[in-house]
């Protein structure tokens, strides 16, 4: 079963500029997250799915963070402009979803992002 | 804030068995506990979820007392690929399964 794909992998920008992430979640996973964890962190939730409508959007500082799940799969984060403080590695996570329990979150392996 | 709270490290040898203990005082009725490791470069994975009493699997064990306010995940015989954070997770509300990661347990595993 294929996992969690994000890309880039590494990006490098400068401040006040725009960046934009992709995730692809597990086939059939309804639930997609988007967490920031800046290093020596734990990751920080900013934005969660459920198909294609926005769950919880609460920590998503939406004055230049944007999220969209536009069909209920892939999803892109899109920061404009970048400050400093962005820099962090950016994960996205999947979950098929169920009103019984906590379920298992797939994480992917982030995009490192470094904003000098 | 995190609804837990665990060492921030700890550090252990090959072959022994470890136990990390999180406190989470304010847990709700319908929270579950679950436990994330996560390897440098990588995203958090998921190790093992309970209740109560103590669940076990082909990973690691998780202990939680009757009062659920505290949990131990116990790693047996860690090897050196065990170095890792190891993040304990409850619900932030109700219903909404949602978690919150604090800065978990650094486990360093050496030879």
């Known amino acids: 079963e294929a996992g969690v794909a994000q890309s880039p992998r590494y990006k490098i920008i400068e401040k006040r500029q725009s960046v934009a992430f992709w995730c692809n979640p597990i086939?059939?996973?309804?639930?997609l997250y988007w967490y920031q964890q800046i290093l020596g962190q734990g990751p920080k939730l900013l934005i969660q799915?459920?198909?294609?409508?926005?769950?919880?959007d609460s920590q998503l500082p939406k004055d230049r963070f944007s999220a969209e799940r536009l069909k209920g799969v892939d999803s892109t984060l899109k920061i404009q402009p970048a400050k400093l403080e962005d820099s962090a590695v950016y994960l996205c996570?999947?979950?098929?979803?169920?009103?019984?329990?906590?379920?298992?979150?797939?994480f992917g392996p982030g995009t490192r992002l470094t904003v000098l | 804030l995190a609804k837990t709270t665990q060492p921030i490290s700890m550090d252990s040898y090959e072959g022994q068995e470890v136990n990390i203990t999180c406190s989470h005082n304010?847990?709700?009725?319908?929270?579950?506990i679950t436990w994330y490791q996560q390897f440098p470069s990588q995203g958090p994975r998921f190790i093992i979820q309970?209740?109560?009493t103590k669940v076990t699997n082909e990973v690691a064990s998780l202990f939680i007392p009757a009062d659920r306010k505290s949990s131990t995940l116990s790693l047996p015989r860690v090897s050196l690929s065990d170095t890792a954070v190891y993040y304990c997770?409850?619900?932030?509300?109700?219903?909404?399964?949602?978690?919150?990661f604090g800065t978990g347990t650094r486990l360093k595993v050496l030879a």
């Open positions: 996570a999947s979950s098929f979803t169920s009103g019984q329990s906590y379920n298992e979150q797939f």
């Open positions: 086939s059939g996973h309804a639930t």
């Open positions: 799915f459920q198909n294609n409508g926005v769950v919880d």
């Open positions: 304010n847990i709700a009725t319908n929270d579950y």
């Open positions: 309970g209740y109560k």
């Open positions: 997770l409850v619900g932030d509300l109700p219903g909404t399964y949602k978690y919150i």
